[in-house]
T-cell receptor, first 112, second 111 residues
């Protein structure tokens, strides 16, 4: 019963490097989301997808790109990492636009 | 601007000391209000969804209530294992299923 799985769990990047965070869900959910969580600011939506092949911007999309080539996977990319992107990233999914959103365990990213 | 505010930021309780956490919201149109629990180093874990004023949901020592402007998470006779950060979030009517989160309340229950 995996739910939402994120990889990697921890990563340290140098400024300017690129990387991809992978999210996989096994609940056949249509909607998938990427959030970041920073101290004192709550969770903020980066990008989301309403189905395979679709993506859309959330509240804080700058510096990130996403892709949803398969229904079960949602990738978050950082093309040129900046220290301001040091954060905890959470992937989430929901069956429809009105169902409960379920979260993964998080990916800790440090950009030095 | 749509906003969710949680208070207090942190709360320390003795085991068995009941209390309430507050979530106030200012949004254009509420579709639903969610409560999540988050343990250190973990993702948010779903607790409750409330959709209309007057609605209540219970789970073990937790009870969530909703009014037109705020929600309360009541914790009755808490135990140390209830220690966590409790997050409140709202979804808006119309548009996609966007969750707007509050900053959370850090709860510590001491034996």
């Amino acid at each position: 019963n995996a739910g939402v799985t994120q990889t990697p769990k921890f990563r340290v990047l140098k400024t300017g490097q690129s990387m991809t965070l992978l999210c996989a869900q096994d609940m056949n959910h249509e909607y998938m989301y990427w959030y970041r969580q920073d101290p004192g600011m709550g969770l903020r939506l980066i990008h989301y997808s309403v189905g395979e092949g679709t993506t859309a911007k959330g509240e804080v999309p700058d510096g990130y790109n996403v892709s949803r080539l398969k229904k079960q996977n949602f990738l978050l990319g950082l093309e040129s990492a900046a220290p301001s992107q040091t954060s905890v990233y959470f992937c989430a999914s929901s069956y429809t636009a009105w169902n409960t959103i379920y979260f993964g365990e998080g990916s800790w990213l440090t950009v030095v | 601007e749509d906003q969710v505010t949680q208070s207090p930021e942190a709360l320390r309780l003795q085991e068995g000391e009941s209390s309430s956490l507050n979530c106030s919201y200012t949004v254009s149109g509420l579709r639903g209000l969610f409560w999540y629990r988050q343990d250190p180093g973990k993702g948010p874990e779903f607790l409750f969804t409330l959709y209309s004023a007057g609605e209540e949901k219970e789970k073990e020592r937790l009870k969530a209530t909703l009014t037109k402007k705020e929600s309360f998470l009541h914790i009755t006779a808490p135990k140390p294992e209830d220690s966590a950060t409790y997050l409140c979030a709202v979804t808006l009517s119309g548009g996609y299923n966007k969750l707007i989160f509050g900053a959370g309340t850090r709860l510590a229950v001491h034996p």
